[in-house]
Every structure is written in C-alpha cells, then in structure tokens.
C-alpha cells in the first residue's frame, strides 16, 4: 500500500483537526512565555495590577486639571477610565507581542514542525491572561465606589473578549508575518498601537464629538465600538449600534485578512527569518 503525502496547499485555511492534535505545543508555547514575562521580575504577577492602575491614575490626576466630560454618563470617573484601560491593554499589549512572535521565535521555527499560528495564539493568550488577572482588581474597586455590574455582563464579556481576540489575531498575524520579511515593522506597531490609544475612548467619551462625519470616521476605529459594549455590559451607559456594527465588521474582515496573509507567507518564515 503506497502513501502519498502532500504538502498543504498555502491557499487553505488553517486545519482545524491539526490544530486539534498539535495543542500541547500551544500550551507549552504559552506557558514558556508567561514565565519569561514574570520569572525575573521583583514583583512578578502584580506588574499585571500596576499597569492598569498607574495609567489610570494619571488620567485622573488630569481630568482634575481640565475636566472631561462624560455628558450623560453617570459613573465615577476612576472607574469609567479603568475599564477602559482594561480592555485597551488586552488590546495594545496583544497586538505588540503578537506582532513579534514569529521572529522572537525564530530559534524554534526551525527546530520542530507545528502550526506556525501557535506564535501569536500563545502571545495572544498571555494577554488574555493579563486581562484576567486585571479583572480581578477591577471587583473591589467597584465595590468602593459603590457601582455594581449589570446582569447583561455575564454574557457582554465573553462577546468582548472574542472581538478582541479575532481582532488581535488579525493584526498580529498580518504584522507577525510581515515582521519576518520586513524588520521595520517593530518600530511601527508602537506608533500605531500609541495613535489608537488616543482615538479610542479610553479616557473620554464620544458625547465629546459633535460633528456627525467625525463620529463616523471615529468608529472606524473598532476599538471604539468594543470598549463600549463593555462599558455597556457593565454599567449600561449608551451604546451607538452603528458605531457596534461597523467595529464587529472590521474585526471579522480584519481576522479573515490577516490569518489569510499568515497562511500564505508562512512557508517562507525559516528561509528568511
């Protein structure tokens, strides 16, 4: 009995059953990179804590020099700001690492064979796991303010979270790939996750833009639409559909895009990186 065994075709999408048996290697992938992250810190898993709290601090100490409005919102600013800031460092961290996970990586890629999406699904989930670690600050802080979450959370934050994942795995995969032929990349992802952090609302709300064509082109910006929803689930603060529509959108075509150009050029990764 003859086996003929071919090489997947570059124009498929990922195999689903592959990915399936190849998942101890993401695991391994993801847990190696948490402990490089925390292994020599002084403080380990509190830079987690610190991150979120540190820049939000420093936006409070500035709303009480210019005074945001939030307009109708009716929330403590702290925790307005905070919630933001949670959702945007899941966000900016994960694009940063995912964009540099194939070429951090390079010493494995050309050792042993897997699917070359573990380098930035594991970046991606070191992120998660960050978020997750920042939630859990995100209770008390509530609690002294005295603002509880809605019901609709339970369900809100599961959505959010998968829009952030396909989003970073769009970008990070197109990014990380690119990275590998073209070494400038490194230097633009931080321009770029910096000049996103300032058109989304993190510190501010969209009540504060009034031209109509404005606010369009602001929630072309998918981050907009996501950080949103979430404040949305938490404290049920308005919600513009169009702007939710039009993020979810573009996540989805900017996931389809970018796991497309990895797929294509992976080949290519231990010939040039």
Partial sequence: MEIEIKPPSKWHFFDIKELIYYKDTLYFLTWKDIKIK????VLGF??????????????????????????DINIPYPLFVLSGVMLWNLFGNAIT?????VVNNSNILKKIYFPRIF???SSLLVSLFDFFITLLIYIPV???????????????????IILVSLLVLGIGS??????????????IIPFLVQLLFFISPVFYSNNQIELPWLKTLYYLN??????ELFRFGLFSTP????????????SLSLFVIGLYYFRKTEYFFADIS
């Fill in 38 to 41: 925390y292994k020599q810190a």
């Fill in 46 to 71: 509190l830079w987690a804590f610190l991150q979120p709290i540190a820049m939000t601090a420093v936006f409070v100490l500035f709303n009480l020099a210019v005074n945001v409005s939030l307009g």
């Fill in 97 to 101: 690492a995912t964009s540099n996970s």
């Fill in 119 to 121: 380098f930035p699904m």
């Fill in 142 to 160: 509530m609690i002294y303010y005295n603002v509880f979450p809605n019901w609709q959370i339970i369900y809100i934050l599961p959505v959010c």
């Fill in 174 to 187: 197109f990014f990380g790939a690119l990275n590998v032929k073209y070494r400038d990349v490194k230097y």
């Fill in 222 to 227: 998918p981050m907009t639409g996501i950080i």
């Fill in 239 to 250: 919600i513009n559909n169009f702007g939710l529509i039009l993020s979810i959108i573009i």
